[in-house]
């Protein structure tokens, strides 16, 4: 029976859709129940209309929610249909919860989280009235299915015995049904917290619109769960939620809240003639040096400018980087520290890592209703729209390497295991910190061959640096003073926080720790960084696009000659491209200037001069990064080849390595070179040794 109140509460409704949905009820009503089958309402204008009646929305959901969709029912529509199934769904609360503070206060009421999909099962049918046929008398009896549990009937309403019964399956009235769970965004997180999770059930014409890895806004009933089995309930209760609206967000950084003050104070720096080294003063201030690498990762925070073409192919505008070093050179200082300012960001060690972790795993769990395979987002996937920095790329195994190859250069993630096949988004930067082949860089062997990553990998980086620590009396002063300063600054500000009688004052402390403070606060550095990718596209201006394209074409020019190598592939071109707009991007330019493209082409020349540079010839050769040889260890591979091919046939046991190596001799091939070339072909299983000192082509 509806009470007085209830119709007061179903007037009221019917009020409220009168004054504000008048449109969407009328599209609804033509759309339904094929196309649409809900009416989505807005907190706000409910607030607006009736401040207690939305406020009791929150607090009594399922109760209100009733009222609503009766208020629905009749309402009178211009065209006979009736809205029978329809439902009422809010969106956009207030306030968005955090899943870490949802506490058992908010049991029952309607509220609004966060996330990521971090898995979602299949839409499957759900029953909400079940009907079951007696087996003796045939007699319906119909069941509504509310419980978690499956109910069945305890007689028969004809005969009264009871049973047996048989489900009808045609009779029963189903519902669509899906399940999820969503992780907290990256972006929300401090210092090392382990994300955590909520599950939330989701039903009729919201499943089936989200996979993994999307950053979604979820707004629910928040329900508990008792753990344990029916033999032993345990007094603790697990979370969920029952889903009324999920809206899909892909706005970058939706959880950076930028208030006008900030916006002030970030326009304001942006116009500061030394922007630039006030960037590069604020990344890892306690490391000493390495200006031209701190400004390429600030590039890399900022990123250039993700392109759609009108035939609907994407170029990217992240930039990929590598730090290859020696030990103890500050290289995942750096990238943790990167990680703390980038907006949204994942930091992984190569060790740890498995190609499933990176990428996406399918996994077969009770997720859901009985075992399913479901497929689960990994790092890269996790960081789309941020920085993905993984440390310690060479001590992951080469397997799980390749995984990489296709996030970096397409952005996506294909994934074909246990009969899933999808295609996740990963638009990310990588930041990658590598150690040299033997753990320390040797100053006579060419720095490309040190570098124990494939070649396929290490072309995909749009600059690669080499950090060597070579022992310089002036820079190891000023290094060790910075150290020390460092040091002693933590060691003030420590004993004045733990020691309550310590005897020095905030301004000694404030004086020191000045030396070792970033030039812009981390905080301000973040909504900076979610600023500028929000809201600033920049185009090329004519000097830039000229200025770049006399640095490729000149470059290129060098190896116009018959045995020159190639100096640089087009690869490298995008890429100056990408720094040239991140350069524009860190002061806010809608124009890519030539200070910009000059700012790019001196770091890729930085670069190509420390790792693209055959170290024979001095000569520019992209083959020592795109293939792991520079042109003239190709041609003296072949010529050794030739020499071998040559001789095996004149000698029964194959071609003696001495005569091999005299012949080398006589053609310019230096012998300790040839000895060199003659291991990496036999490891390479390309000659072989029939004898001791004998050798063989395969």
């Excluded at 304001?268 to 080294?277: H, K, P, V």
């Excluded at 397997?399 to 295991?417: G, N, T």
């Excluded at 060098?558 to 087009?570: L, N, Y």
């Excluded at 992209?622 to 091919?645: L, Y």
Aim: aromatic share 6%.
């Amino acid at each position: 029976m509806a009470t007085a109140e209830n119709t007061e509460l179903i007037d009221r409704f019917e009020e409220f859709y009168r004054n504000y949905y008048r449109n969407e009820i009328g599209e609804l009503a033509q759309k339904y129940p094929n196309d649409q089958k809900s009416l989505y309402i807005d907190w706000d204008d409910l607030y607006r209309f009736d401040p207690d009646l939305a406020d009791d929305y929150r607090t009594k959901p399922e109760q209100i929610q009733e009222y609503a969709e009766e208020a629905l029912r009749l309402y009178d529509l211009p065209v006979d249909v009736s809205l029978g199934q329809a439902h009422v769904r809010v969106r956009n609360l207030p306030e968005s919860e955090d899943i870490r503070d949802l506490r058992h206060e908010h049991h029952g009421n309607l509220v609004a989280v966060r996330g990521i999909i971090r898995k979602a099962t299949d839409v499957r049918p759900k029953v909400i009235e079940a009907a079951f046929e007696c087996q003796r008398c045939g007699t319906l009896t119909r069941i509504p299915q509310t419980a978690g549990d499956f109910q069945e009937p305890h007689d028969c309403q004809g005969c009264e015995r009871q049973g047996p019964f048989r489900l009808n399956t045609d009779q029963s009235q189903f519902i669509d049904a899906q399940k999820l769970r969503v992780q907290e965004s990256p972006e929300g997180l401090r210092g090392g917290e382990t994300p955590q999770s909520i599950d939330i059930n989701i039903e009729d014409d919201i499943t089936g619109h989200v996979t993994a890895g999307d950053h979604v806004r979820v707004t629910g009933i928040l329900k508990l769960d008792q753990r344990g089995n029916d033999n032993e309930k345990s007094p603790m209760f697990d979370i969920y939620m029952e889903g009324v609206s999920v809206e899909i967000e892909d706005e970058q950084f939706e959880d950076m809240e930028i208030t006008d003050a900030d916006k002030k104070e970030i326009v304001e720096l942006s116009n500061e003639a030394d922007i630039y080294d006030k960037m590069v003063g604020a990344i890892a201030p306690s490391i000493y040096g390495y200006e031209k690498e701190k400004l390429a990762m600030m590039l890399q925070l900022f990123s250039g400018v993700t392109k759609e073409l009108p035939d609907g192919s994407r170029i990217r505008g992240d930039l990929h980087m590598l730090l290859i070093g020696d030990p103890g050179t500050g290289k995942s200082q750096m990238l943790s520290y990167i990680e703390n300012i980038a907006p949204r960001s994942v930091y992984t060690s190569g060790k740890g890592s498995s190609s499933a972790g990176l990428t996406a795993a399918a996994v077969r769990d009770d997720f859901g209703d009985g075992q399913q395979w479901t497929l689960e987002a990994g790092a890269l996937v996790l960081a789309d729209q941020g920085i993905a920095a993984i440390d310690e790329l060479d001590k992951m195994s080469p397997e799980d390497r390749s995984a990489m190859h296709e996030a970096l250069e397409q952005q996506r993630i294909s994934v074909s295991k246990a009969g899933i096949n999808a295609t996740l988004k990963s638009r990310c930067s990588l930041l990658g910190a590598a150690n040299p082949k033997y753990g320390r860089f040797d100053q006579y062997e060419p720095i490309g061959e040190q570098i124990d990553l494939e070649p396929a990998l290490i072309s995909r980086f749009d600059l690669i640096f080499t950090v060597t620590d070579k022992p310089d009396e002036e820079k190891d002063r000023n290094l060790a003073e910075h150290i020390i300063q460092t040091n002693y600054a933590g060691e003030l500000h420590t004993h004045r926080t733990e020691n309550p009688t310590s005897n020095f004052s905030e301004e000694e402390v404030g004086t020191v720790t000045e030396e070792v403070a970033p030039t812009i606060e981390p905080d301000l550095l973040r909504k900076y960084v979610a600023y500028a990718k929000r809201n600033c596209f920049p185009t090329m201006t004519e000097e830039a696009k000229t200025r770049i394209e006399d640095f490729y074409v000149d470059l290129r020019m060098k190896g116009q000659d018959e045995d020159a190598p190639v100096p640089v592939t087009a690869r490298k071109l995008e890429a100056l491209v990408r720094l040239a707009e991140a350069s524009a991007r860190i002061r806010l330019s809608d124009t890519v200037d030539e200070a910009d493209a000059d700012r790019a082409v001196d770091i890729a020349h930085y670069c190509l001069k420390e790792i693209g540079v055959d170290p024979e010839t001095g000569e520019f050769d992209a083959d020592v990064v795109e293939t792991g040889q520079s042109k003239t260890q190709r041609d003296r591979i072949q010529n050794i080849k030739g020499i071998i091919s040559d001789i095996e046939d004149e000698y029964d046991e194959g071609a003696p390595a001495d005569v091999v190596i005299e012949r080398a001799e006589e053609v310019g091939i230096d012998e300790s070179k040839a000895e060199h070339e003659i291991d990496k072909l036999k490891q390479k299983g390309e000659v072989y040794e029939p004898r001791t000192d004998h050798l063989r082509t395969t």
